[in-house]
């Protein structure tokens, strides 16, 4: 596996991205669920993440039209500079919990 899939790999095993490289609706409310539980966004604030993942899932697909590691790296990189939606720290422990 090259390096530039492990993202890929973990975002497959946590249901954040398909086994086609692809975020769907499902993969989105998937991360969506463990961001706001694992209080990386506060639940008021739902709506917000959501159009942000939907809007960061569109730039990935369309900076990568074949889909692959890198469309998940991609979508990961805009999701994260949402500084004021995003606390880095908490997204990490979201995910990792």
Known sequence: ISESCILHCEY???????????????????FVDVLINGKAVPSDKRQKLEN???GCANKARDKNPKL?????IDYY???VADQNLINYSKFVGAIIA
């Open 52 to 54: 942000l993942l939907r």
């Open 77 to 79: 990189r805009c999701i």
């Open 12 to 30: 497959k095993a946590y249901g954040f991205a398909n086994d086609k490289y692809d975020i769907k609706r499902k993969q989105i409310d998937q």
């Open 68 to 72: 692959g590691c890198h469309t998940s």
